[in-house]
């Protein structure tokens, strides 16, 4: 089993920076890459980036593409979510998530956060 951890959520302003964190403990080893995804109220949860642990493969959602940047730190288990120049529309419980074959698609991921609430006013 994996647990994951989500922090780093809160309340900000447009324009305002977050850095989301997600520690995992566990089977750390069955993880191929912290993916990270998001869900506002009434949408689909969405992929907005991905890093593997080895750090080979990265992958960032287009609706951030620019903004956010995806990181790790293998030495805490610990994966990270920088967020710049937020806008309302990024207001969303932001979870991390991991699997085997967890990379972008949420089917595949196997293991979940309890997610950490994002807001941003306008």
């Known amino acids: 089993q994996v647990q994951l951890v989500e922090s780093g959520g809160g309340l900000v302003q447009a324009g305002d920076s977050l850095r989301l964190s997600c520690a995992a403990s566990g089977r750390t080893s069955s993880i191929y890459a912290m993916t990270w995804f998001r869900q506002a109220p009434g949408k689909e949860r969405e992929f907005v980036a991905a890093?593997?642990?080895?750090?080979?493969?990265?992958n960032i959602g287009d609706s951030v593409k620019g903004r956010f940047t995806i990181s790790r730190d293998n030495a805490k288990n610990t994966g990270y979510l920088q967020m710049n120049s937020l806008k309302p529309e990024d207001t969303a419980v932001y979870y991390c998530?991991?699997?085997?074959?967890?990379?972008?698609?949420?089917?595949?991921?196997?293991?979940w956060g309890q997610g950490t609430q994002v807001t941003v006013s306008s």
């Open positions: 998530a991991g699997g085997p074959r967890c990379m972008s698609v949420r089917s595949t991921c196997d293991y």
């Open positions: 890093i593997s642990w080895s750090g080979d493969y990265t």
